[in-house]
């Protein structure tokens, strides 16, 4: 009876899992043409977009691990019935996305010369790479709100909102890059030469673009989630109430300092890739790019590992927990298989969507292949470290992202590339090793059964 409830269960996980796999395909494919018309100006217009690409995952990350808190409060709320614990919750993740979105844009502002330095690209993009950085973080307070009350709408069970939120600013952005991006100019339509208007300001059009939709999505998920019925925050206090933002917190944090440590090693990564030389910053950028679309069946599942598991937490059901882990792990990895091997077969035709330079091409599908290689391993820690950040269990993650950045990725780097003199496919297979541990790390907390060591997060009744 116990494995028949299991596989109840996988439609209620693919109900969750497939509107985030919509809103990270649609993403993706916003990357994939950002990166395509980019691509168009030339190599060095690649390499300047690409110079800072890790920062942003360390600043979207720092500021998702504050949602991560709230997650686990909210999910768990609901999993006990506690609408008013929700909606209080909700009242101080509004409070959060003010203070974070509006630290953020100052901290920004305030380094956007700087990070191209840091991150070591060729003095003739930092100019470009530095008006791009700009430009893309103005709109800081209004990507926070679309992160943070995102992750608030999920922990509800909401993963609609947050999609369609998604494709509408993928769309603007994709209109405005094609007339922001390229000067007017004349194309061919059945026949007929037609007149297109356009701006010219190149990469700096393709930031402009992605902060008009950034601006549009953070005022679009804001209105949705003040109408909420189970989250809105709209009544609620929104000074601190430290009954509901320490156990967020307690969760947040192991959270947060395991993103800002692994997406500073992102940036280390990067800078160390970017020293070696434009070929290969152009290709590292690129194959970055293409392999984020076959990771979409693996972030999908982990969104509905953490809102399920934080119901069942909530609702002190372990068995239902037992039994999401069960159902969830074996549809992950399948769906992982499929997708590495279609990057491995696809991966030359990938790269030439977005370069036509012949040495990026060969570099990039060789890296390309080598992790598609990985990709199933790789599921198996993300849905687990999902579960976990359901139950509020976030200390070990914490420990074992941060052990394979730093002790395998980084290091493995450096000796490649800093004192070797290896190439871009050595820091490639250093970043396979650190996937490959994290799936031997995760897999034997699971085995163990520690996995299943959350925190009580809501206020005694």
């Known amino acids: 009876m116990k494995r028949k409830a299991d596989y109840e269960m996988i439609p209620v996980i693919l109900a969750l899992a497939w509107p985030t796999m919509l809103e990270q395909l649609m993403q993706t494919a916003v990357q994939y043409i950002d990166t395509a018309m980019v691509g168009t100006l030339g190599t060095r217009a690649t390499a300047a977009v690409g110079a800072t690409s890790t920062v942003n995952w360390l600043i979207g990350s720092t500021i998702s691990a504050i949602g991560v808190g709230f997650l686990a409060y909210i999910s768990q709320a609901i999993g006990a019935g506690k609408t008013e614990e929700a909606k209080k919750a909700s009242g101080q993740a509004a409070a959060a996305v003010l203070a974070a979105g509006l630290f953020f844009t100052v901290l920004t502002?305030?380094?956007?010369?700087?990070?191209?330095?840091?991150?070591?690209?060729d003095k003739e993009i930092q100019?470009?790479?530095?008006?791009?950085?700009?430009?893309?973080?103005?709109?800081?307070?209004?990507?926070?709100?679309?992160?943070?009350?995102?992750?608030?709408?999920?922990?509800?069970?909401?993963?609609?909102?947050?999609?369609?939120?998604?494709?509408?600013?993928?769309?603007?952005?994709?209109?405005?890059?094609?007339?922001?991006?390229?000067?007017?100019?004349?194309?061919?339509?059945?026949?007929?030469?037609?007149?297109?208007?356009?701006?010219?300001?190149?990469?700096?059009?393709?930031?402009?673009?992605?902060?008009?939709?950034?601006?549009?999505?953070?005022i679009a998920i804001t209105f949705v989630l003040w109408r909420h019925k189970d989250v809105s925050p709209r009544g609620q206090k929104m000074r601190p109430d430290p009954d509901i933002l320490r156990p967020c917190l307690k969760v947040?944090?192991?959270?947060?300092?395991?993103r800002f440590a692994t997406s500073l090693g992102y940036v280390v990564f990067a800078s160390m890739i970017n020293s070696v030389g434009e070929i290969a910053t152009a290709a590292h950028?690129?194959?970055?790019?293409?392999?984020?679309?076959?990771?979409?069946?693996?972030?999908?599942?982990?969104?509905?590992?953490?809102?399920?598991?934080?119901?069942?937490?909530?609702?002190?059901?372990?068995?239902k927990l037992r039994g999401l882990a069960r159902s969830i792990l074996p549809l992950?990895?399948?769906?992982?298989?499929?997708?590495?091997?279609?990057?491995?077969?696809?991966?030359?035709?990938?790269?030439?969507?977005?370069?036509?330079?012949?040495k990026v091409i060969m570099l990039g599908s060789?890296?390309?292949?080598?992790?598609?290689?990985?990709?199933?391993?790789?599921?198996?820690?993300?849905?687990?470290?999902?579960?976990?950040?359901?139950?509020?269990?976030?200390?070990?993650?914490?420990?074992?992202?941060?052990?394979?950045?730093?002790?395998?990725?980084?290091?493995?780097?450096?000796?490649?590339t800093q004192l070797l003199g290896y190439g871009l496919i050595s820091a490639w297979a250093c970043m396979i090793g650190h996937n490959l541990l994290l799936f031997v790390l995760f897999t034997r907390q699971y085995l163990s059964g520690k996995w299943k060591t959350g925190k009580k997060m809501m206020r005694p009744a």
């Open 109 to 121: 502002i305030a380094l956007s010369r700087k990070v191209p330095v840091w991150m070591r690209v």
């Open 252 to 258: 947040a944090f192991p959270n947060m300092l395991q």
């Open 332 to 358: 992950e990895v399948g769906l992982m298989i499929v997708s590495g091997g279609l990057l491995f077969l696809f991966a030359p035709a990938l790269m030439r969507l977005f370069s036509g330079d012949p």
């Open 366 to 416: 060789a890296v390309l292949r080598m992790v598609a290689v990985s990709e199933p391993f790789y599921g198996v820690p993300i849905v687990i470290e999902g579960i976990m950040q359901g139950i509020g269990n976030t200390t070990a993650p914490f420990v074992y992202n941060v052990l394979g950045m730093w002790g395998v990725r980084i290091v493995g780097t450096f000796i490649c």
């Open 285 to 319: 950028t690129i194959a970055n790019t293409v392999e984020s679309a076959f990771y979409i069946p693996g972030w999908g599942m982990q969104t509905a590992a953490a809102a399920l598991a934080g119901n069942a937490w909530g609702a002190r059901d372990e068995e």
């Open 127 to 218: 100019a470009p790479a530095s008006r791009y950085f700009l430009i893309l973080y103005l709109p800081m307070l209004f990507r926070t709100a679309n992160i943070i009350f995102g992750t608030v709408l999920r922990a509800a069970g909401d993963t609609r909102t947050p999609m369609y939120t998604g494709l509408a600013v993928n769309l603007i952005n994709i209109v405005l890059n094609f007339f922001l991006i390229y000067p007017t100019r004349t194309m061919a339509l059945f026949g007929t030469d037609i007149m297109i208007p356009g701006v010219g300001w190149g990469i700096e059009g393709a930031a402009a673009a992605s902060a008009v939709s950034y601006t549009f999505g953070g």
